[in-house]
Nanobody, 121 residues
Framework: QVQLVESGGGLVQPGGSLRLSCAAS????????MGWYRQAPGKERELVTH???????NYADSVKGRFTISRDNAKNTVLLQMDSLKPEDTAVYYC???????????????WGQGTQVTVSS
């Protein structure tokens, strides 16, 4: 079994910062990709950012220059530093990890339970 546990959401004023963290645990051979998605009310879930095992990153245009993703491969954790937050960043943020549980099995996407981020004055 694999679990992704997120923490760090909350309420912040516009222009403020928050840091989200996500830890993967369980039967894991290798984590190929880790990232964050978000879903605002009435909207589809969208990719925010992801990072490969080697540290290559990809960001949605809406968060470039404000959000930073990082990863600790030894601890199977991923962090999302969110700065200069805007009201339109308000959403439930989900951790995602593409995990191979054994050397013989293909990688499968796993999801965290989601953490609420609200940007409001």
């Amino acid at each position: 079994q694999v679990q992704l546990v997120e923490s760090g959401g909350g309420l912040v004023q516009p222009g403020g910062s928050l840091r989200l963290s996500c830890a993967a645990s369980g039967s894991i051979f290798r984590i190929e990709l880790m990232g964050w998605y978000r879903q605002a009310p009435g909207k589809e879930r969208e990719l925010v950012t992801h990072i490969t095992t080697g540290g290559d990153t990809n960001y949605a245009d809406s968060v470039k220059g404000r959000f930073t993703i990082s990863r600790d491969n030894a601890k199977n954790t991923v962090l999302l530093q969110m700065d200069s937050l805007k009201p339109e960043d308000t959403a439930v943020y989900y951790c995602n990890a593409r995990i191979r549980r054994t050397i013989y099995t293909p990688a499968v996407d796993y999801w965290g339970q989601g953490t609420q981020v609200t940007v409001s004055s």
